[in-house]
Structures are given as C-alpha cells and as structure tokens.
C-alpha cells in the first residue's frame, strides 16, 4: 500500500485544485451571485460601476431583499438632476448620522421616494416588487401606457424585492440587456498561485499550541486547524471532523493530492481526527498531544491509526 500511496503523492506533484464541484466563480467578483445565471453579469457590472456593493467583501447575498434603505443609497448614485421639489426633511426615523441619510434626503428632495407615513420612511422595511416598479419608474423617468396586459402572478407584486433583481432591473435600465452568462470555470490543477496561497494558509497556522473547540491562531483543535485554512482560502468547512468528511469528493489514498484531507479513526471506531495533506508523504494537522500545529511524516499515522478516507473539497 505504501508503494501505491507513495507513486500517487509524486504524482501529484503537489498540485491541486481550490474549488468545489459547485464551482467557486473565477470571472465573478461575488461567488455567490456568479453562481445565478439571470443575474450573475448584472450584479458584477453594477459593482465593477461602483453602484452596487456586496453585504462583504465577498458576498452579494443576491437572494436577500431590499431595504428601503439599501435602494435609496443605490438610486441616489443613479439619479439624474432633477428639480428639488421637497425643501423638509420630515422623517423622524433617519438621522442626519445614518449611512443611509444623505442618499434617502437626495431622494425624498427629488420626489422620487416617499415615507411609509408623513414623517416615518422605515428604512429598514424591505421594498415590495410593486414599489420598486414606482421608485425606479420615478427615479429614470419611465414613461407608460395603460394596456389591458394582465400577469397571471400578479398577486407576487407584494412579494419582496431581491438584490439579484434589483441588480438585473438596473442592469437594463442603464446599460441594457446583461451579457451572456459566463458559467463559472474550475482553476487548473496545475495552478500554482493557487499551490501558493495553500502554503501561505498553512504556514499561518503553523506553531499554534492544540486547544480543544480552537479555530484561531491562539489553538487549534484537528478540525479547527483545517477549517482555518480552508477558509484564508474562501472554503467554509463544517466545524467538527465528523461533518467535514461528509463534504467534498471521495478520492482514494493513491489519488491524495496535495490541498485533501485525510481522516483517521485513531481509536474509538469513528473518525477522531484529520490533517491537510501537503505532499511528499506529509500533513499538516493539530495533534491533540504533542504540542503545536505542525507537519508531520504521514508514515507513523498509516502505520498507527486506521484511515477512514480522504475527501477533495478544493
């Protein structure tokens, strides 16, 4: 077996993959939104536009509604010139230290969007599609003409807003229909900035005294340990062992590339531990004796501890 193991871990050259079979999007700014195809294009126009932004550094949370906050502050970077019909601010709920205050008084001066009373605006109410339909008919200045037309859905206008439309309505309002979509791309195996970026997790880890329950740098448990690096990576890992081995793709121990975790059943019939595999017969782990995270021989654990498998998540 270790003949075969070893043949495999040269193999591999030490290289290997960071994403997903629900791939990661690589031409998407937000991973989340690159992976819906009606909105993925809109959503990164608008934010390589500076008009909308995520809810983080990485994340568009596209399926999340709209506050009336959050579409006043994405309306008033869009809004053309438009004569001030409103000289009072009447809304007792938004003060002048609010984020949001500037782009609601912008707004509320144009006639573009009203309170939810004469001196409440509610911004943190979530917009009905019915009332986004009216603030961005005000906002660009849509013209229409009554028809007969008739939406059999029509009852959802009530419905809440989601980011990932608003980011598809403006799309079109402003620049027209989106690009085709771009399925996400999986990083070559071969990548070696990705290869980088692992060692660069691991090393930060690395050193860390074993702490039960520990995900930081102050102390590491096993799963801690590998659920830190995965995630300087942008891979968010269930937190225990056990869960994490539910994850991710089966591979056999010939097949271990460098980036998957192995896991073991170190004695009590079920897995109790488990490491990153950093090729050339090593792994990177936080023994619960012995002292501090670090990488070890994978020899002495085959030879000690039964395997329960390994699993590619990256």
């Known amino acids: 077996m270790m003949k075969r193991l070893q043949k495999g871990m040269l193999s591999g050259l030490l290289v290997f993959s960071l994403f997903t079979s629900t791939a990661i999007a690589a031409e998407y700014h937000f991973a989340d939104a690159g992976q819906i195809p009606w909105a993925a294009s809109s959503v990164e126009k608008l934010y390589k536009e500076g008009i909308m932004s995520g809810v983080s550094a990485k ?11 959050q ?3 994405v309306l008033a970077k869009v809004a053309k010139n438009k004569p001030v019909l409103n000289t009072n601010f009447p809304f007792t709920d938004v003060s002048t230290t609010d984020w949001y205050y500037p782009s609601v008084k912008k707004l509320y001066s144009m006639g573009m969007i009203k309170g939810v009373s004469d001196t409440e605006f509610s911004p943190e109410q979530t ?4 009332e986004a339909a009216v603030i961005l ?3 660009f200045d849509v013209s229409y003409e009554k028809t007969n037309a008739l939406f059999v859905d029509k009852q959802q206008a009530g419905k809440a ?3 990932a439309e608003t980011a598809v309505i403006l799309h079109k309002l402003l620049y027209g229909n989106p690009a085709p979509y771009d399925p996400p791309k999986k990083a070559s195996r071969s990548n070696q900035m990705i290869e980088q970026r692992l060692i660069k997790a691991i090393n930060a880890g690395l050193g860390a005294p074993y702490k039960y329950g520990g995900s930081s740098t102050k102390g590491f448990d096993c799963s801690g340990f590998t659920g830190f690096v995965y995630g300087q990576l942008g891979v968010d890992l269930p937190r225990d062992s056990r869960s994490q081995f539910r994850v991710g793709e089966k591979v056999s ?6 980036g998957d975790l192995i896991f073991f059943d170190t004695g009590g019939g079920q897995i109790s531990h488990v490491g990153i595999y950093v090729g050339n017969n090593k792994m990177a782990h936080a023994p619960s004796s012995g002292g501090n995270t670090r990488i070890d021989d994978l020899e002495w654990y085959l030879s000690n501890y039964k395997v329960v498998g390994v ?3 990256m």
Do not use: C, G, Q, Y
């Open 71 to 73: 579409l006043a502050a």
């Open 161 to 163: 807003i989601t980011r």
């Open 137 to 139: 008919a005000h906002t």
């Open 253 to 258: 121990l010939s097949e271990m590339d460098k």
């Open 59 to 69: 994340e568009f949370a596209p399926n999340t509604p709209m506050t009336r906050s």
């Open 311 to 313: 699993k590619r998540v």
């Open 127 to 130: 917009v009905s599609r019915e």
